[in-house]
Nanobody, 114 residues
Framework: QVQLVESGGSLVQPGGSLRLSCAASGFSFSLNTMSWYRHSPGKERELVARISSTGLVINYADSVKGRFAISRDNAKNTLYLQMNSLKPEDTAVYYC???????WGQGTQVTVSS
């Protein structure tokens, strides 16, 4: 069974940091491009970052460049999103996405508030 399970979301103060994880199973993780998206009420779902299978090609949304870092550990079948200098506008549900199968995880809530 192909599965994506996110974790690491929490309530954090502005300027704080969080690391999200996405545990993948049921497919060849190391051969697949993976992405992080986010969705907040009243806004369209937004691509946050994308990473190629080898990790050599990475793309970020302009809104997170310089603050967020996507990475992967193919030995552990895990995708990460390191989020630094968090802002209230980063508040959203963050989703892990498997591009090749149009598969979403269940999401993890990130709330940035004082």
């Amino acid at each position: 069974q192909v599965q994506l399970v996110e974790s690491g979301g929490s309530l954090v103060q502005p300027g704080g940091s969080l690391r999200l994880s996405c545990a993948a199973s049921g497919f060849s993780f190391s051969l697949n491009t993976m992405s992080w998206y986010r969705h907040s009420p009243g806004k369209e779902r937004e691509l946050v970052a994308r990473i190629s299978s080898t990790g050599l090609v990475i793309n970020y949304a302009d809104s997170v460049k310089g603050r967020f870092a996507i990475s992967r550990d193919n030995a552990k079948n895990t995708l990460y999103l390191q989020m630094n200098s968090l802002k209230p506008e980063d508040t959203a549900v963050y989703y892990c996405y498997l591009n090749s199968r149009n598969l979403w995880g269940q999401g993890t809530q990130v709330t940035v508030s004082s």
